[in-house]
Nanobody, 128 residues
Framework: QVQLVESGGGLVQAGDSLRLSCAAS????????LGWFRQSPGKEREFVAA????????PYADSVQGRFKISRNSAKTSVYLQMNDLRPEDTALYYC?????????????????????WGQGTQVTVSS
């Protein structure tokens, strides 16, 4: 079982940047894909970004394309989400998650149900 802990959220103003971190422990070699999702009150959890271990497949949601960047450390124990030019509509609880499934180049990213392990989330609030 993989344990995931997110950090780095906070209250910022529109146009600011934040870097979220997700520390993975346990049997992290059991997963092949890392993902970031977010959920706002009254809305469904939605995909933000994902990456495979090699880092050569990194799909993004259209709403964050060009502003957010997913990456990981060389030890493969942490994954990050660099968020630039934040907007009020980015306000949400952000989760990292892992999946044993593989991302496929050119195919839709994995959905919420494809991820087996989830962190508790870190809150991001963007004021206008």
């Amino acid at each position: 079982q993989v344990q995931l802990v997110e950090s780095g959220g906070g209250l910022v103003q529109a146009g600011d940047s934040l870097r979220l971190s997700c520390a993975a422990s346990g049997r992290f070699l059991d997963f092949n894909t890392l993902g970031w999702f977010r959920q706002s009150p009254g809305k469904e959890r939605e995909f933000v970004a994902a990456m495979n271990w090699r880092g050569d497949i990194r799909p993004y949601a259209d709403s964050v394309q060009g502003r957010f960047k997913i990456s990981r450390n060389s030890a493969k124990t942490s994954v990050y989400l660099q968020m630039n030019d934040l907007r009020p509509e980015d306000t949400a609880l952000y989760y990292c998650a892992t999946s044993t499934l593989f991302l496929q180049r050119g195919q839709p990213p994995l959905g919420v149900r494809d991820y087996a392990s989830w962190g508790q989330g870190t809150q991001v609030t963007v004021s206008s």
